[in-house]
């Protein structure tokens, strides 16, 4: 086997980052491992029989405020507009979701300006100076009527916890607003790479110093490959050390494809079901691709604690642990030049564009290491 200078375990999008930048700036050679049979992590994306292109793993709206970033990946990518638009069914009723003033005229069932908005919801919420979890959180944002129907049932699907029992970050990423801005997310940049995500990917690796092998455990590999420069480590971090303190945490999902033989299913890219029903939310992603078909494909997602890790669990309950291990971790970077980075090794729950950014910190933060300038 060549020897190489960078050993990466995963082929998500902190990986792909790293060895991009480890080849185009430092000329170095990069070996990436990935158990799974395809590239891209969570992001991966392909065509279905249908002729139209899902997000495997969950529906990953790509948005970010760093330009920086987006002048980067652009070397990578074109783009095409995101148009998330999410509903939430409560009692029958589709709502815009995020909160907004469409939503509260719809749910309060009469008319606001952005102040007569505020003050109601100002009489209305319980006032937590300081959240100390994501139940506090809502309730001091919207009171406990909009909660109980917005996020209680859903929090408690997904999570297999109650609100109270998650940090307050979690619901925190859902904005509330005083306006009538439908889309998901508040970040200045959103879209989507036009042809997909794991096409993104494949452009950023596709570099002669950069090799793949797939269907490849990091465990099986781990002992026979010593890199020049360093190990980059993405995968679950209790995982790398044989769960030695007990496992952490993690929150899964099974995805359930169902095809449709009609053109439209559902009025936006997401509906979340904040009730009792199993699954979380339903996604028809050609909402967002702009994929013209007669026929369509919608995602359910069903929350589970066991199988493939998704989400950690931002919790005070899993923090201890996490920080016990990120202990082990820190000293097999000084000793070992093993690097942990991504969603699954720093145990956060980020978005992709994070993840991304953290990536080109720690391939920084490597050449600092190893004195490459
Ligand atoms: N959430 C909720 N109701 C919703 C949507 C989200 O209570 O209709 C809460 C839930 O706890 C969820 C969190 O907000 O896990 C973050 O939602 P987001 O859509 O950002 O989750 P992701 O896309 O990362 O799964």
């Not at 970040?187 to 036009?194: G, I, S, T, V």
């Not at 494949?202 to 269907?215: C, Q, Y």
């Amino acid at each position: 086997m060549e020897p190489v200078d960078l050993l990466i375990a995963g082929a998500g999008p902190t990986a792909c980052v790293i060895a991009e930048r480890a080849a185009a700036v430092l000329g170095w050679r990069s070996l990436i491992v990935e158990k799974r049979h395809h590239i891209g992590g969570n992001c991966f994306d392909e065509v279905h029989d249908s002729g139209l292109l899902l997000h495997r793993y969950g529906p990953h709206y790509f948005r970010t405020s760093s330009q920086a970033l987006v002048t980067y990946l652009s070397r990578f990518t074109d783009w095409i507009d995101g148009h998330y638009l999410v509903r939430s069914l409560v009692r029958d009723r589709l709502y815009p979701f995020p909160i907004n003033l469409n939503t509260l005229e719809a749910y309060f069932g009469r008319p606001f300006t952005a102040t007569q908005a505020r003050d109601h919801l100002e009489s209305i919420r319980e006032p937590f100076a300081e959240p100390e979890n994501s139940e506090q959180l809502v309730m001091s944002l919207v009171g406990r009527a909009l909660y109980e129907d917005f996020y209680l049932e859903y929090t408690k699907k997904q999570w297999g916890r109650h609100p109270r029992d998650l940090d307050a970050s979690v619901c925190g990423r859902i904005p509330v607003r005083y306006n009538r801005d439908d889309r998901y997310t508040d970040a200045p940049f959103q879209k989507l790479p036009a042809a997909g995500y794991t096409a993104m990917f494949a452009n950023m690796i596709d570099h002669p110093l950069i090799s793949v092998r797939l269907g490849t455990d990091y465990s099986e590999i781990r002992r026979q490959v010593e890199p020049r420069q360093a190990t980059v480590y993405t995968g679950p971090l209790d995982e790398y050390f044989d769960r030695s303190l007990g496992p952490l945490e993690w929150r899964s999902l099974d995805f359930e494809v169902r095809e449709f033989d009609k053109e439209w299913v559902q009025p936006c890219v997401q509906v979340n079901y904040p009730d009792a029903r199993d699954y979380t939310r339903t996604v028809e992603l050609k909402h967002t691709t702009g994929q013209r078909n007669p026929r369509s494909v919608v995602i359910y997602e069903y929350p589970r604690a066991d199988g493939e890790p998704y989400y950690p669990v931002p919790a005070a309950s899993n923090r201890e642990r996490y920080a016990r291990y990120r202990d082990l971790a820190d000293v097999e970077t000084r000793h070992k030049r093993v690097y942990f980075c991504g969603r699954l090794a720093e145990y956060r729950y980020i978005n992709s564009d994070t993840a991304m950014l953290n990536a080109l910190d720690t391939f920084e933060r490597i050449r600092r290491d190893r004195h490459v300038d």
